[in-house]
């Protein structure tokens, strides 16, 4: 099982150039999201949907839009890239949204914005 | 949300058990309680969760206190892959999972 794929796994923008970061998932898992990673931190949450179609803001949305038209695929666009943004990004999936449902991570994408 | 608070670090021998602490003393009746870890540059990984009752399985066994407001992570016999960022997180249903800083643990040979 490919589980969740992330692409690229690296980029480096220049401030104010957009880009989308790629997730595909081959599980047919509902739900999935989007969490960046600054150094030393643990996973902030970006945004989030529980199905094709419905989309949610988590912890930190600003300057990013998320999409979710498939089951498999939950890009994520940069509008306007801010060096502020570097970070690793990385996109999770589960089965539904129990509490008792864990959840499945892709192996991230790290981003420089100079 | 509901916190949990961990230790920053933790050490622990190579081949010895290894027990990771975490409080959360705002549990509420509904929570799961999560663990993941996560090895250097990699996505975090599953380790266990439980409710109410202790859990086992292959990785990991997960130790809750009678009134919820701890748990303890236990690796049997630590290996040098088990070195890594392990996070508890409490997780309720319809809700995402929020991460805090997690401890990291360095196992020595």
């Known amino acids: 099982n490919a589980g969740v794929t992330q692409t690229p796994k690296f980029q480096v923008l220049k401030t104010g150039q957009s880009m989308t970061l790629q997730c595909a998932q081959d599980m047919n898992h509902e739900y999935m999201s989007w969490y960046r990673q600054d150094p030393g931190m643990g996973l902030r949450l970006i945004h989030y949907?529980?199905?094709?179609?419905?989309?949610d803001q988590g912890e930190v949305p600003n300057g990013y839009n998320v999409s979710r038209s498939t089951t498999e695929d939950f890009p994520l666009r940069l509008l306007s890239a801010a060096p502020s943004q570097t970070s690793v990004y990385f996109c999770a999936s589960s089965p539904s949204t129990g509490g008792y449902s864990e959840a499945f991570f892709g192996q991230g994408t790290r981003l420089t914005v100079v | 949300d509901a916190k949990t608070t961990q230790p920053n670090s933790m050490e622990s021998n190579e081949e010895e058990p290894v027990h990771l602490p975490c409080n959360h003393s705002?549990?509420?009746?509904?929570?799961?309680i999560h663990w993941y870890r996560q090895l250097p540059s990699q996505g975090p990984e599953y380790v266990i969760h439980g409710l109410t009752s202790n859990v086992n399985n292959r990785m990991a066994s997960l130790a809750i206190a009678e009134d919820r407001k701890s748990s303890t992570l236990i690796l049997h016999r630590a290996t040098l892959r088990d070195a890594a960022v392990y996070y508890c997180i409490l997780k309720v249903t319809g809700n995402q999972f929020y991460f805090g800083t997690g401890t990291s643990l360095t196992v020595i040979p």
């Open positions: 949907s529980v199905g094709a179609g419905i989309t």
């Open positions: 705002t549990i509420s009746g509904t929570d799961y």
